[in-house]
């Protein structure tokens, strides 16, 4: 807070400041009264993993991607076996995946600049959404059916997804490299998908 020259303050003056030495008077401003400063106490930031908001919403966010996740695996079985074998599939599943990100969207603004192909772009960014919400889903199947797999377990689909989506969820969660890593998910996921798709599309012409 600065009083300024030639500001009059003919009564007392009162700070509310983070610190005392926020207050600056000039020299040729004039204060009648007295000035006192008062600092305001400082209160801790209460973490969101101590609110019983963050663990609802988050039951919330896994019973609705399970939910999601138990309806897609069921009408498209194909999708159970999508996966990314080794680092150099995950790689280039990652780089389709950014490439998808980024491109989808610029194509439906240039698509949506004629009359006629306002209803492409706008199917496209649907289609586009629905694959960024589907993309950790899928993955996260992937994950749960290879964790069991490694301990010697055949389980239903349902169980993979179910440990999936919490093994997901658990990461995503981390502090600092979280968001990172929920990037990366997302991606990978993303270009799996799209791989799913080309396949699926080229094993359909072959037939």
Known sequence: MNVLAPARISGNLTAHLPEEDHLTISPGATIGGEVDTRVRERRPEKSE?????????????????FLTGLVLLALVPSLRRAWLDDVSQALVAGG???VTLVAVPIIAVLVAITIIGIPIAVLGVLLWLAALYFA????????????????GSTRHFAVALALGLVLVLLVVELPFIGGLLNFVLTICGLGLLVLFGWRAVRRERAA
């Open 49 to 65: 993993y101590t609110s019983a908001g963050y663990y609802i919403g988050q039951v919330l966010r896994y019973a609705a991607a």
């Open 136 to 151: 950790k889903i899928v993955l996260a199947h992937g994950i749960g059916a290879r964790v069991l797999e490694a301990s």
């Open 96 to 98: 389709i995946g950014l």
